[in-house]
């Protein structure tokens, strides 16, 4: 597996069709962006995040350079702390293994990066897939907002969970 950054004109199309329906589309974003996902809003909200907390948006390709999974991270260089957002893989990975492999790699390189001492992420309490691969990774919970987020008669819980460099 590898990372890159993530180029528009190359990965897009693909991003866009793992988000398959708008109860993935919610977990995956809270609805940060609208469904379905265009370029143009997909563009618009990368731009705000890179502003706002300076996010960075990476692919993830298999070794024979398939796009397999996107995530985007950020650095808080005064918490010497990163964190992992909007973290999707391909439809025809998950359960195999390789979103736990991709999060321990964001892990891993985060940590080998410098200073960051702690790496971050938030998954709705639903999703109980995701919070299966990141505690395999090697996260763990820390806190939960009960009743977060509101996916038409359902209400999610959002789980805050951490790994801390082994020092």
């Not at 948006?57 to 024979?64: F, H, L, P, V």
């Not at 990141?134 to 763990?140: L, V």
């Amino acid at each position: 597996m590898r990372i890159r950054q993530y180029i528009p004109s190359q990965d897009f199309e693909v991003l866009k069709s793992w988000i398959s329906d708008k109860r993935t589309h919610a977990m995956w974003c809270a609805f940060r962006v609208q469904y379905p996902l265009t370029e143009e809003n997909f563009n618009i909200l990368l731009a705000k995040e890179k502003s706002d907390y300076n996010n960075t948006a990476y692919i993830a390709e298999s070794d024979e350079g398939r796009q397999i999974g996107f995530y985007c991270v950020s650095l808080d260089t005064i918490k010497n702390e990163s964190m992992i957002k909007f973290v999707v893989t391909a439809p025809q990975i998950r359960g195999k293994g390789f979103g736990t492999k991709l999060i321990s790699l964001i892990k891993d390189i985060e940590f080998s990066l410098g200073e960051v001492d702690t790496v971050r992420l938030c998954v709705f309490d639903c999703n109980k897939a995701a919070i299966k691969c990141y505690t395999n990774a090697g996260f763990r919970k820390i806190s939960c907002d009960a009743q977060a987020f509101r996916y038409k008669d359902e209400l999610w819980g959002r789980l805050h969970m951490e790994a801390k460099k082994i020092k």
